[in-house]
Structure formats: C-alpha cells, structure tokens
C-alpha cells in the first residue's frame, strides 16, 4: 500500500514556525522530484515548495521564498518543509506530492502520489 503521511502541523502564533514532515511508504521518494502543495477552503490547491532529486534544486512560491524551506532525506523516505516567519495567511492544509519526474516542476499534475494533509492554522 502506497502512503504519504504528513505531521508536524498545528496552531502557531504569527510570527512562528513549524517544520513539517512527509514520510513514504509503499514506494521510493528517491530519482523523483518531491514538492508540497496547500491549500484553503474555497480555493484551489497552490503550490508551495519542490525540491529536485538530487536535492540540488529548489524552487518556491513567490508568498513563501525566503521563509520556508524544502530538504529531503531519501535514507529515511522522507521530504520535511520548514516554515518560519508564519503569517495568517499562511493558514492551509499542507500536502506533500512525488513527482512523477526527477526535475523540479510546481505543477500538480505532474505528481503522482499525495498525502493526506496535515492542518497549518496560524493565529493573529
């Protein structure tokens, strides 16, 4: 059975941070890009982050660059995002996706595989 389980989610004050995980079972997270999504009630899923499979790439929404950042650890099957500097708007739940390629893309298509989401809320 294919899983992607999110953690590290919760209520934060703005201001602070939170270091999500994704860990893989069921399939490798190596040789494919990985990538985290979010979304809000009412809207569309929207990127966030990817990460190439090398690790040697990465790319960020423009309302994140600077504040969050995405590594992987292919020994342990694991993507992690960690968001620093949290604002309100930042409230979403956060998924992480493997690509179906090695190359960074924030395309959802592009991934085959997503989690189950894990809730950020971020108070005021």
């Known amino acids: 059975q294919v899983l992607l389980v999110e953690s590290?989610?919760?209520?934060?004050?703005?201001?602070?941070?939170?270091?999500?995980?994704?860990?893989?079972?069921?399939?490798?997270?190596?040789?494919?890009a990985m990538g985290w999504f979010r979304q809000v009630p009412g809207k569309e899923r929207e990127f966030v982050a990817a990460i190439s499979w090398t690790g040697g790439w990465t790319t960020y929404a423009d309302s994140v660059k600077g504040r969050f950042t995405i590594s992987r650890d292919d020994a342990a099957n694991t993507v992690y995002l960690q968001m620093n500097s949290l604002?309100?708007?930042?409230?979403?739940v956060y998924y992480c996706a493997r690509s179906t390629i090695g190359a960074v893309t924030t395309t959802?298509?592009?991934y085959g595989y997503w989690?189950?989401?894990?809730?950020?809320t971020v108070s005021s």
């Not at 270091?19 to 040789?31: A, E, I, K, M």
């Not at 604002?87 to 979403?92: G, L, S």
Request: some cysteine; charged content about 10%; proline content about 2%.
């Open 8 to 32: 590290g989610g919760g209520l934060v004050q703005a201001g602070g941070s939170l270091r999500l995980s994704c860990v893989g079972s069921g399939l490798t997270f190596r040789n494919y």
């Open 108 to 110: 959802s298509v592009a």
């Open 115 to 120: 989690g189950q989401g894990t809730q950020v």
């Open 87 to 92: 604002t309100p708007e930042d409230t979403a």
